[in-house]
């Protein structure tokens, strides 16, 4: 206390001046994100009809989170009842997985794909992405490696403003819907909607400062074109 009282008062002026600086850049990024994410989004189970506010797109981008043990998380198995719900209502035709398959024992896509076949989703409408290790890499392979240009990103409520930017930021026409997990893992989504201050600072120099290429950038590949062509012929395209 006695060594800010002998500080001089232009000092002191600096010091707040930096602070508020800090302030200000710690809460840029979310804000860019909310800002840039607002009129693209839904929560699931808002109301008995909720999936008629979602706007028809071919393909839902599913995020992948945790799979322990092959077998999705409690938030993740939400993002894929999400998903599921948006298929059979028609409002998407094909499911994109996207998570981390970076080890031989851990696969992320796997596991949802198995959840959603499961739970009668048909084999032909899944589409996987084994290199989705993070956000940007998964909305950037969408776009480049498996050629979507409309996507209905599912994901937790927390995460949905980050995800539609930079899905956006990424070149996909993007809608978002975000399961309300507060509503039964509260500690752990306050966890991650703290989280996401950093998460949203990386991912604003992921799309706008460097403009990152994904850890695997390619090869292109045709399994989505292929999905989309299978379900017209049966009626839902």
């Keep these: 206390m006695t060594g800010l009282l002998a500080l001089s008062r232009p000092t002191m002026r600096r010091l707040y001046q930096g602070l508020v600086l800090l302030s200000v850049l710690a809460l840029a990024p979310p ?138 930021a990424a070149g996909l026409e993007t809608f978002g819907v975000g399961d309300d997990s507060a509503t039964r893992w509260a500690a752990t989504t306050y966890a991650g909607a703290v989280r996401e201050f950093g998460a949203a600072a990386k991912g604003f120099l992921d799309a706008v400062v460097l403009r990152s290429s994904p850890v695997f950038p390619g090869p292109r590949e045709t399994t989505l074109d292929t999905a989309l062509h299978t379900a017209a012929q049966s009626g839902r395209g």
């Excluded at 998903?83 to 031989?104: F, I, M, P, W």
């Design 31 to 168: 804000t860019w994100a909310r800002l840039s994410s607002s009129g693209h989004t839904a929560v699931a189970d808002s109301s008995p009809t909720w999936t008629t506010g979602v706007p028809p797109a071919p393909t839902a981008l599913v995020l992948g989170a945790a799979a322990p043990g092959g077998r999705p998380s409690p938030m993740l198995a939400r993002r894929l009842d999400v998903s599921a719900e948006l298929y059979r209502s028609g409002r998407v035709r094909t499911l994109l997985l996207s998570g981390d398959n970076s080890r031989k024992d851990y696969d992320e896509p796997t596991a949802m794909r198995d959840y959603l076949i499961a739970r009668g989703v048909p084999p032909r409408a899944l589409v996987l992405d084994y290199a989705g290790f993070d956000t940007w890499d998964s909305c950037v392979r969408a776009r480049q490696v498996f050629g979507a240009t409309k996507v209905t990103v599912v994901t937790q409520l927390f995460h949905l403003p980050r995800a539609v930017t930079l899905c956006r």
